[in-house]
C-alpha cells in the first residue's frame, strides 16, 4: 500500500519524522506484548504524534469503566492502571476520571454513571483512531481532526449495510471496528468502533470540515428555535 511507505503525517500531511500508533500502546494489558497481531502505525509528525499524549490514558481511563469489563480490562486496570493512580499526576487522572461520572435517577435510586459521548477529550481519540485508520486502509489521507464527527452508537444500522461493512480488528478484544465507503453526498465512509467488545462508536469522515459543520448546524435547527 502506497500509504504505508508515504513520508507525509497521516493526520496533517506535514513532513512526517515519526511513526505514531493509531491503536494508542496504553490500551493494550501486558499479555498483548507477544502477540503476532502486528500493531497498526502510520507516519506522523512531532506535533500530531505528541497532540494526544495526555487524551489517550484519559481515554483508556473511561473505557475502563464504561460497562461490564472483558479480561483485557481486567488486566490493566488491576495491572498499570493502578499503578499509574500512584505516579506524580496519578491524583490528577483519577480526579479527571471522577469528574466524567454524572448522578443518574434510577428505580434503585442514585447510581452515578458515565458518558463517552459527552466527553471531549474522549472523543478526540475516537477521531484520531479513525483518522489513522483511514490512512492505514489507503482510503483517504489526510484526514484532519474537524472532519470527523464521533457519537455513541445508539441506533440500529440495518443488517444490510451492516453486512456489507468490512470488518477488521487490531485486536480482538481491544477494538472491532467495521468501515465502509460511502461516497455520497460529502460523506466519505462511515465507522463502527468497539473498544474492548463494548462501547460502540460511530463516526463519520466528510471531504471537508466545511461539509461536516453545515450537516452540524443542520441537525441544530431541528426542533426549530423559537428565538428565530
Ligand atoms: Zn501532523
Known amino acids: 500500500m502506497k500509504a504505508a511507505k508515504s513520508r507525509l503525517c497521516a493526520y496533517c500531511g506535514g513532513d512526517a519524522a515519526t511513526v505514531d500508533h493509531v491503536v494508542s500502546r496504553a490500551l493494550y494489558p501486558p499479555s498483548k506484548a507477544a502477540s503476532r497481531k502486528p500493531r497498526i502505525t502510520v507516519p506522523a509528525c512531532v506535533p500530531c504524534n505528541g497532540g494526544w499524549t495526555d ?3 484519559h481515554f483508556r481511563n473511561v473505557m475502563m469503566v464504561a460497562g461490564e469489563p472483558n479480561a483485557a480490562v481486567r488486566e490493566l486496570w488491576e495491572g498499570k492502571i493502578r499503578r499509574s493512580f500512584r505516579h506524580a499526576d496519578g491524583h490528577r ?3 479527571e476520571l471522577a469528574e466524567k461520572f454524572e448522578p443518574v435517577e434510577t428505580e434503585q435510586g442514585t ?3 458515565i458518558f463517552p459521548a459527552r466527553d471531549e477529550r474522549v472523543k478526540r481519540v475516537v477521531r484520531k483512531t479513525v483518522r489513522g485508520l483511514c490512512h492505514h486502509h489507503g482510503l483517504l489521507s489526510p484526514v484532519a481532526d474537524d472532519q470527523v464527527m464521533v457519537d455513541i452508537h445508539r441506533f440500529a444500522i440495518p443488517d444490510e449495510f451492516y453486512e456489507q461493512m468490512t470488518a477488521a480488528h487490531a485486536e480482538a478484544d481491544i477494538l472491532e471496528y467495521r468501515y465502509a465507503v460511502i461516497e455520497e453526498e460529502d460523506i466519505h465512509s462511515g465507522w463502527l468502533l468497539t473498544f474492548y467488545g463494548r462501547t460502540p462508536f460511530l463516526c463519520l469522515v466528510f471531504h471537508s470540515a466545511a461539509a461536516l459543520r453545515k450537516v452540524e448546524v443542520e441537525a ?5 428555535n423559537p428565538r428565530t
Open 55 to 57: 487524551d489517550e490514558p
Open 93 to 95: 487522572r483519577v480526579r
Open 111 to 113: 447510581r452515578h454513571m
Open 220 to 224: 441544530l435547527r431541528e426542533p426549530p
